[in-house]
């Protein structure tokens, strides 16, 4: 499977931005998705990821409440909705699939075989 993020650019505080990873390949249903991000001269953190059931869901306490992640696999395409964003939710944002079958393994960057190319999203105070 092949990754393509989009959806990223300039929001003010409080705002909302929802971002988009469409996958190429028809094994996109086999796999756990996850975001990460890596803010400017920081180490890539972990956002948020759903296995290939939809069942397991799992937040950085950091976007708990604020953020939810979605997949589509009909349109083979994971989302993450932004809500309420900050100055510090500022990062590359990027997607990534995973073929591990265990919620607990997808917040370690381990985990994940394929990643997108990344997103910019920047919060404005």
């Known amino acids: 499977v092949q990754l393509q993020a989009s959806g990223g650019g300039l929001v003010q505080a409080g705002g909302s931005l929802r971002l988009s990873c469409a996958a190429s390949g028809r094994s996109f249903r086999g796999y756990a998705v996850g975001w990460f991000r890596q803010a400017p001269g920081m180490e890539r953190h972990f956002v948020a990821a759903?296995?290939?059931?939809?069942?397991?869901?799992i937040y950085a306490d950091s976007v708990k409440g604020r953020f939810t992640i979605s997949r589509d696999n009909a349109r083979t395409t994971m989302y993450l909705q932004m809500n309420s964003l900050r100055p510090e939710d500022t990062a590359v944002y990027y997607c990534?699939?995973?073929?591990?079958?265990?919620?607990?393994?997808?917040?370690?960057?381990?985990?994940?075989?394929?990643w997108g190319q990344g997103t910019l999203v920047t919060v404005s105070s």
């Open positions: 990534a699939a995973s073929p591990s079958v265990i919620s607990s393994n997808l917040a370690s960057q381990t985990a994940y075989k394929t």
């Open positions: 759903i296995d290939r059931n939809h069942n397991g869901i």
